[in-house]
């Protein structure tokens, strides 16, 4: 009889990784450094997304919901004193569509954090939009937030 630990320990070998491999993990490794400057709630969205998404949708998508919190912080008057790990779902969901209208705005041109300028083209709105309505339905799904301010903007 084969002992099954045995295989496995040869199995993860330290052995060079293909492109692919050593692509996937560097995408891995660089998605939890960005998933560290999200509210700790945001982890969750990301996990569940896993396994029907690509490494490098999720860090994009990371890199846009961080946008959209920054927005909040530095344009609603509500989030002006907040830190990034303050937020919690509830925060999400008394957002109105206006809201998320004047984020769609501030996203044609803003600053980002090294103050470099940052314009979007059409294809770049909707990417963001995209990520947070997928953020957004994610957390309604699963009933931690009862209203949906993405649905109600075009």
Same mark, same amino acid.
């Given at each position: $009889?084969? /002992?099954?630990?045995?295989?496995?320990?040869?199995?993860?070998? !330290?052995?060079?990784?293909?492109?692919?491999?050593?692509? #996937?993990?560097? #995408?891995?490794?660089? &998605?939890? =450094?960005?998933?560290?400057? &999200?509210?700790?709630?945001? %982890?969750?969205?990301?996990?569940? $997304?896993?396994?029907?998404?690509?490494?490098?949708?999720?860090?994009?998508?990371?890199?846009?919901?961080?946008?959209?919190?920054?927005?909040? $912080? =530095?344009?609603?008057?509500?989030? %002006? !004193?907040?830190?990034?790990?303050? *937020?919690?779902?509830? /925060?999400?969901?008394?957002? =109105?569509?206006?809201?998320?209208?004047?984020?769609? =705005?501030? &996203?044609?041109?803003?600053?980002?954090?090294?103050?470099?300028?940052?314009?979007?083209?059409?294809?770049?709105?909707?990417?963001? $939009?995209?990520?947070?309505?997928? *953020?957004?339905?994610?957390?309604?799904?699963? #009933?931690?937030?009862?209203?949906?301010?993405?649905?109600?903007? /075009?």
């Amino acid at each position: $009889m084969i /002992d099954s630990s045995t295989n496995l320990a040869n199995t993860s070998s !330290n052995k060079p990784h293909n492109y692919h491999e050593q692509s #996937q993990i560097d #995408q891995t490794l660089r &998605l939890r =450094e960005v998933l560290k400057t &999200l509210p700790p709630f945001v %982890k969750d969205y990301f996990r569940a $997304m896993e396994p029907k998404s690509s490494a490098r949708t999720r860090i994009n998508y990371a890199y846009d919901i961080r946008v959209f919190f920054h927005f909040l $912080m =530095e344009n609603n008057p509500v989030y %002006k !004193n907040y830190t990034i790990d303050r *937020f919690t779902p509830q /925060d999400l969901e008394n957002l =109105e569509p206006v809201d998320i209208e004047e984020y769609q =705005e501030y &996203l044609k041109v803003y600053k980002n954090d090294e103050e470099k300028c940052i314009t979007n083209t059409e294809k770049g709105l909707a990417r963001k $939009m995209s990520a947070l309505r997928s *953020f957004y339905g994610y957390y309604f799904k699963r #009933q931690a937030i009862s209203k949906n301010p993405t649905l109600l903007v /075009d």
